[in-house]
């Protein structure tokens, strides 16, 4: 879930995803385009919001899930009773995280930190009162070289048309992933800008998708997300936020 997407990543993205799209055409499958819109609030002193339009491609079938930035493979599950099955798989996805110098002032002077290309695996268990979900990831690009691990809930309510998904999701980060966002080099310091080494961090996110589907085939969404920094986060001289929060909102057309 855990952010700025440049165009031209996304660009790249949506190519990527519609050759995934085109080499699992052979399989029975459920799939689905349209764009959205995104807006996020990044913790950087100074820094503006930022909205983004985004290309949307869904893709789901029994061997693989796509769906915006992420990609999933889905490995054998285990089911254990009509409402409880174990669901794994192997995860990509991109991270918009990073920021370039002109930002904000308080990046003036610091390096450009780098986006990338995450992967790792995801184990989920469906149950009759919530999904509970663990992933661990690893940055596969080698701009932060960090990795991190999820652990979340969630629980769908249906009222006709209308879908509501809130979720609660604790993140821990490694040392290398919170020293390469929000650490400040030796070089990079200045009187008003003390240098900063990272430590790994736990954070906390809430969340609420809605969804309405108004046809067999058009549905909008809206996507509400809201993270609690840690105190490893707050202490960088670049932050003066406690949260971050990212607002979604988009139109799919499902075949």
Request: glycine share 10%.
């Amino acid at each position: 879930m855990q952010y700025r997407l440049q165009a031209g990543r996304l660009t790249a993205a949506a190519i990527l995803s519609t050759m995934m799209l085109a080499s699992s055409s052979a399989f029975a499958a459920d799939w689905g385009i349209g764009a959205g819109v995104a807006s996020a609030q990044k913790p950087y002193k100074g820094m503006s919001r930022d909205t983004t339009p985004l290309p949307l491609l869904y893709f789901d079938n029994s061997y693989l899930h796509f769906f915006g930035t992420e990609a999933e493979i889905k490995l054998p599950g285990v089911t254990f009773s009509e409402t409880q099955r174990l669901n794994m798989g192997l995860i990509g996805r991109y991270d918009g995280s990073g920021y370039d110098a002109d930002d904000a002032d308080i990046l003036d002077g610091m390096a450009k930190r780098k986006g990338g290309f995450w992967g790792g695996a995801k184990i989920e268990w469906q149950n009759p009162w919530a999904t509970l979900h663990a992933d661990w990831t690893h940055d596969l690009s080698g701009n932060s070289k960090g990795q991190r691990v999820s652990l979340g809930a969630e629980r769908r309510w249906q009222w006709g048309d209308l879908s509501l998904t809130p979720r609660v999701v604790a993140t821990w980060h490694d040392k290398k992933y919170v020293d390469y966002y929000y650490g400040v080099r030796a070089d990079e310091a200045r009187d008003w800008r003390p240098a900063y080494q990272g430590e790994s961090s736990l954070s906390a996110e809430l969340g609420l998708l809605s969804v309405y589907r108004f046809s067999a085939h058009h549905s909008v969404m809206l996507d509400l997300e809201v993270t609690r920094l840690s105190s490893e986060v707050k202490e960088s001289p670049l932050v003066d936020r406690s949260n971050d929060d990212r607002i979604f909102l988009g139109y799919m057309y499902r075949f």
